[in-house]
């Protein structure tokens, strides 16, 4: 029943300001929804040292009676086994958690948990929404629940390039929400008690573990598991650095770690085809085809798109098939200028109201940033994935989980302040 349930909200932390916790927190409360059903627990990085730890308590002190219950989890350093991560963070924080239930007499199936980074805020209706798909769905213990990323709490604050990513990462979430069968777990996302428990939570060994949650419990419930899509917006930041060769390099490097999910084929392979399960071969065979066209495209789309349509008239120059391919390319890419389009109509229409520290101009930049869009297909999605894939290729592993550094634009004295 939706009166049984409790929400647990948990915000993993490294070394965020205040100016991008304490927004989360204040989200959380906004919400339309009764707080004293709702658990804060802020998952503290312990390895990040004793001024984000006083932070931390001093928010949770400060906002604590406005929740059910609120408190911190500090996940100490050098755990054994465990990967400089997130994952590890979030796992910790969980388990504490559940110990927490069994004082409390809490049954697991009532829990239900969500995880956000510092700048993660959830729409005022998302824990309504979350209510209701957790208690009209059929089995919630085998399924997840994820909804939409919106990347523009800061996109007016944020430089062009970053810009045109952020809104081209929102328009990806907005559609892939409506393709039910290719839905996996990412960033924010919520799973009951029950369920982490049964797939013992989150990865500790690896720097993508929300996607690969989804293969966790896959295989843990020999493939009768889903994700449901909510569709309300969980609206998170931008990529803002101090300078803007700092945010463009920050963006490289989140893109990287996005795209380092190319991991999970070697593990869904392993797992899938070469140890004993239940699962239905067709639905294995079709989602281990998805995964790996999905990171095969991420690569190289951008390159083929550009270049394939002329390889075959440089090789064949007297091929009559080879010099109509790029023909046949060029009206395919036009019918694709469609697209493009309509993602940036989309965009527009779903940005925030301008902050009145910016003139005008600034929302005809918003506009021309598109020029970017060449730009940024190729240097960041198609360059990560391919620098992600080389790694995989060559064992040089990534060994840690590469924070995205979070920075707020304030005024002082008259002047724009950027600041982390």
């Not at 909510?230 to 803007?244: C, R």
């Not at 004993?276 to 989602?287: E, G, Q, S, T």
Request: charged letters at 20%; proline letters at 5%; glycine letters at 4%.
């Amino acid at each position: 029943m939706p009166d049984e349930v409790l929400h647990v909200v948990i915000i993993a932390v490294y070394k965020e300001s205040r100016e991008v916790l304490e927004p989360t927190i204040r989200a959380v409360l906004n919400s339309e929804y009764d707080m004293k059903k709702v658990i804060l627990i802020i998952a503290h990085e312990g390895r990040a040292g004793e001024i984000p730890e006083k932070l931390v308590h001093e928010l949770i002190a400060e906002y604590k009676d406005s929740f059910y219950d609120a408190m911190v989890f500090k996940h100490p350093a050098n755990i054994p086994n465990e990967l400089i991560g997130k994952g590890g963070n979030i796992t910790y924080a969980a388990r504490q958690f559940e110990k927490y239930m069994i004082a409390h007499d809490i049954a697991p199936v009532r829990a239900l948990v969500t995880t956000l980074d510092a700048d993660n805020r959830p729409d005022k209706n998302y824990l309504n929404a979350l209510t209701y798909i957790y208690c009209s769905c059929e089995d919630p213990m085998r399924a997840s629940f994820q909804p939409t990323a919106i990347y523009n709490n800061n996109i007016w604050d944020a430089p062009a390039p970053a810009r045109v990513m952020a809104a081209g990462n929102s328009f990806f979430h907005i559609t892939n929400s409506l393709r039910f069968h290719n839905l996996r777990n990412f960033s924010a996302h919520a799973q009951s008690m029950e369920s982490l428990m049964r797939t013992n939570y989150w990865s500790v060994r690896t720097v993508v573990e929300d996607g690969h949650q989804f293969w966790r419990s896959y295989f843990c419930f020999d493939g009768n598991y889903r994700v449901y899509p909510v569709y309300v917006p969980i609206y998170q930041d931008a990529v803002l650095n101090e300078s803007y060769i700092k945010t463009l390099k920050a963006q490289f490097i989140q893109l990287r770690r996005w795209t380092y999910g190319a991991s999970d084929i070697a593990y869904v392979i392993h797992i899938g085809f070469f140890r004993k399960n239940r699962i239905p071969k067709h639905d294995l065979v079709a989602k281990t085809f998805r995964l790996i066209e999905g990171h095969v495209t991420w690569a190289v789309a951008p390159i083929l798109s550009l270049c394939a349509g002329f390889l075959p008239a440089f090789v064949h120059p007297q091929s009559f098939a080879a010099n109509e391919l790029p023909l046949i390319a060029s009206r395919v890419q036009s019918a694709a200028i469609i697209g493009a389009f309509a993602m940036v109509f989309i965009c527009l229409k779903t940005l925030p109201p301008r902050p009145a520290r910016y003139k005008r101009h600034r929302s005809v930049l918003m506009v021309l940033q598109w020029g970017y869009l060449p730009f940024t297909t190729f240097v960041y999605n198609s360059f990560a994935a391919l620098n992600s894939q080389t790694r995989l290729l060559f064992g040089r592993y990534l060994d840690k989980f590469d924070v995205t550094e979070k920075a707020v634009v304030s005024i002082q004295n008259g002047q724009r302040v950027t600041k982390k």
